[in-house]
């Protein structure tokens, strides 16, 4: 059963990228919901509940409207490619000397130095892995638990991580956040968008340096064998390399952003391979028989938002006239939004497409940009502030820290804080742009 479910995630992966041919999206939404079934005794009951209203929604839109089916198809095809192509990078650079490397160098260093190498550290290692970043750092925080017990450091690097990963989908031009910003919004430039999110990025993991545990002096740690400047760079270029394919692919032939993102992910993989090829090395193909909780999560929220918004657009006729300072308190609305919807458990995809969907295509052309700031940085301060993220998960298992700790004793105030700013600035630049 686990080479089926591998080969109908790998047909899943390959109808996303060959999506522009007739009848692929079809394809590929098929092979992700069979690749969910077949994995169904051993998922969660969050992406169970998930794929299970996506089924809802299926039923629904073929009794409404089956036009419906062909968007959210297409919809969950895409993002399901993306994010399974990320994941496939994300196992292979796992598997490198040099990633062990730069996580075991973060925790190196004083207190205040550890804090920020291990946020900014983090939020680096984000781009390419994603939650495997979380994974392969919060695996050496759970060692030093397990070694020398709960502690104000232990505690502190547990919060760098979160607050890191959790800034990543304002400004990782890999993350679904903004891939699906950018596909939802096409007037807004990634390079706009970053002008601003990185900014906004950096200033949040300042910011929590006020929300952290006072350490000992003795906690500095010295034994830690740095990464050298090759496994940096060598890191660093890959990143560089794939954001710059991603652009090419965009702009020389017109390919969607998401797109663009799964091709390059899998060009770095295909290279990864050649290498190994050429040293003699023969690394087995990655399974993806274990990815049925995250093709569910995914792909079944991409399809609840696609049918959702396409039932309220339909409902609306004509642009409606809203004066400027309406449009920017919708703005300022949107972080708390996803917050809220965080805060119940729903998937920040769902919302994103919901938004994105219904608003994007109402919104001023020229004040897309505020919206667009307002959903990344919305969406990037519910993963570290809500108790149900992925990333909160995958920490509390690895750690022990219980995820409400983790988000509300932790992190509270500093959520309130980033989202009283993001609604700032989501309101100043629509009010600016419109």
């Not at 968007?71 to 292979?92: D, H, I, K, P």
């Not at 890959?238 to 998401?258: E, N, Q």
Request: charged share 10%; with cysteine.
């Amino acid at each position: 059963m686990l080479p089926l479910r591998s080969a109908l995630a790998y047909v899943a992966l390959l109808s996303a990228i060959l999506a522009s041919l007739p009848g692929m999206t079809y394809l590929g939404a098929a092979a992700a919901g069979a690749t969910v079934l077949l994995g169904w005794q051993d998922m969660r009951n969050v992406p169970r509940v998930v794929f299970v209203v996506a089924l809802v929604m299926l039923v629904f839109a073929l009794g409404y409207d089956p036009e419906l089916i062909e968007t959210a198809s297409g919809n969950m095809t895409r993002l399901a490619g993306l994010m399974l192509a990320v994941m496939l990078l994300s196992n292979v650079l796992a598997r490198t000397e040099d990633l062990q490397q730069i996580s075991v160098s973060l925790f190196g260093g004083k207190p205040l130095a550890r804090y920020l190498s291990l946020a900014f550290g983090t939020s680096l290692v984000s781009v390419p892995l994603n939650f495997g970043s979380v994974a392969v750092v919060g695996s050496l925080v759970g060692e030093r638990i397990r070694r020398n017990g709960d502690s104000e450091s232990t505690r502190n690097a547990t919060r760098a991580v979160l607050r890191g990963f959790g800034v990543a989908p304002m400004f990782s031009p890999l993350s679904i956040s903004v891939v699906l910003t950018l596909t939802l919004l096409p007037q807004v430039s990634l390079l706009s968008l970053l002008l601003l999110a990185v900014p906004f990025s950096v200033l949040m993991v300042l910011a929590g340096l006020h929300w952290r545990e006072p350490e000992p002096l003795q906690s500095t740690e010295r034994s830690v064998n740095r990464a050298g400047a090759g496994s940096w760079l060598r890191f660093g270029g890959l990143i560089l390399a794939i954001c710059v394919g991603v652009l090419w692919l965009s702009h020389r032939f017109g390919l969607s952003y998401a797109h663009a993102v799964a091709l390059s992910c899998l060009a770095s993989v295909l290279l990864y391979r050649i290498l190994g090829w050429l040293k003699r090395e023969n690394p087995p193909l990655a399974s993806m028989a274990n990815v049925s909780n995250e093709l569910a999560i995914v792909g079944g929220s991409a399809f609840i938002g696609a049918v959702l918004s396409g039932v309220v657009l339909g409902q609306i006729s004509g642009q409606p006239e809203l004066p400027v300072w309406l449009w920017a308190l919708l703005a300022a609305g949107v972080p708390w939004v996803f917050f809220s919807a965080g805060l119940a458990g729903m998937n920040p995809i769902i919302i994103a497409t919901l938004i994105g969907g219904i608003l994007g295509s109402l919104w001023p052309g020229a004040a897309q940009l505020g919206l667009a700031i307002a959903m990344v940085t919305g969406w990037g301060i519910t993963a570290f502030g809500t108790p149900f993220a992925a990333n909160a998960l995958i920490m509390e298992r690895l750690t022990g820290y219980r995820t409400r700790d983790a988000s509300f004793r932790w992190s509270l105030a500093l959520s309130l804080s980033g989202l009283c700013a993001a609604s700032l600035l989501g309101f100043s630049l629509t009010l600016w742009l419109a």
